[in-house]
Each structure stands twice: as C-alpha cells, then as structure tokens.
C-alpha cells in the first residue's frame, strides 16, 4: 500500500501542545456531528524510566494517535442506525482516530483536532494502554 503525499502538512501526530498547559477556557461551542479533540503525546520511557530512542517514539506515534474529548457536539451520535448502541465516547475519554483526519487548529495557544463523530476509532480508559512496545515473553 502506498501512503499518500501530503506536502508540508503537519500530521497528527506531531500536532501536540505540552499536557502541562490547562485546557482552553471556556472551550468553544460545538454544534453538529463534531468531537473537540486535544491531542496527547505517546510516552517517551519505558515503564522502569527508560529514556527511548527518537526512532522508536516515532514507531509508536505512528501507531496510535491519542487524544481527549473536549466537547462532544450537540448532534454527535444521534444517529440510531449509525451508532445503536449509543455514544462511542463523551467529555474525558481518551480516544484513538486516524492519522490524517479531522481538522487542525490553534484555539488560546492549544493545539486541537475537530474531528467527526464516527472517527473515533476506540476508546481507551488511559492514553499508555495503547502500548505497542509490549514483551510477549513475560
């Protein structure tokens, strides 16, 4: 499979403010099928404190991109056929979605992805789960 070209576009991955500066206040209305997402860096140390390499962060930030639900619009979900088992996320989940969807902007000095509610690829109680450096051996 070959990956499209995307010039200097600025992927997903990359487009992340530090989790050190709070959240936008107030966060912007939102109306429609749209989920506010601010991105979340992937871990760069192992769980004993392991600095990681640049190039294995990268692997791993091209596997997952992570974010957290700010707002979920106001018409986000309500389609019985799309989604019958109701909502796939709300405020305060982390989530996955692809790597070239969804629109990026700066809102206060925050970088975030407004993206449409189907997405959202899975949820995920905690960001770190999505571990793709795993030991199978135990």
Known sequence: ?????????IRNDDWITSE???DPVPLPGLPGYHVLVRPVAIR?????GILLPDSTVDD???????????????????DNKKFPNGPWCQVGDYIAYG????HKFVYK??????????QVIMKVEKPEYLDTMFNLSG
């Open 20 to 22: 050190k500066v709070e």
């Open 99 to 102: 790597r070239h969807v969804g």
């Open 109 to 118: 000095d925050i970088m975030l992805i407004l993206i449409f509610d189907d």
């Open 60 to 78: 791993v930030k091209y596997l997952t991109t992570v974010g957290r639900v700010l707002v979920v619009g106001d018409s986000a979900y309500i």
């Open 1 to 9: 499979m070959q990956n499209a070209k995307f010039g200097n576009a």
């Open 44 to 48: 760069n140390e192992t769980k004993s």
